[in-house]
């Protein structure tokens, strides 16, 4: 991390979703420079808490992005508005991730 830069990086992005010791690493990361934007890919949901904890500020998951494009395709087939897939996409998204999209629209 100190070879890479990360103690003047803007951002720290960790993609490898099998790697072990990704806690450790945003801990790290976190240490070298406390303001860093720390973006991370996890495997599964399960790992997600523990990558939160030592500091992401979003962890990223195959599983629950599927899952996110289920519930999109399944309301969008039952005939569901715009807005009401909208909103039905960002109250999945905080049950699986615990927390709200930053590209997600503005409450009214």
Same mark, same amino acid.
């Given at each position: 991390?100190? /070879?890479? @830069?990360?103690?003047? /990086?803007?951002?720290?992005?960790? *993609?490898? &979703? @099998? %790697? ?7 801990? %790290? ?8 934007? +720390? !973006?991370?890919? &996890?495997?599964?949901?399960?790992? !997600? ?16 992005? +599927?899952? !996110?494009?289920?519930?999109? *395709?399944?309301?969008?087939? !039952? @005939?569901? *508005? ?9 109250? &999945? ?16």
């Amino acid at each position: 991390l100190e /070879a890479a @830069g990360a103690a003047d /990086a803007g951002t720290v992005i960790l *993609t490898s &979703a @099998g %790697m072990g010791d990704a806690a450790e690493v945003i801990r %790290m990361a976190r240490g070298l420079n406390p303001k860093v934007q +720390v !973006l991370a890919r &996890a495997a599964y949901l399960r790992d !997600l808490q523990d990558m939160q904890k030592a500091g992401a500020d979003r962890v990223f998951t195959g599983e629950g992005e +599927v899952a !996110l494009g289920l519930v999109e *395709t399944i309301l969008d087939r !039952l @005939g569901a *508005t715009a807005e009401q897939i909208d909103r039905e996409r960002e109250r &999945a998204h905080r049950e699986l991730f615990g927390q709200e999209r930053a590209d997600s629209p503005a409450k009214a």
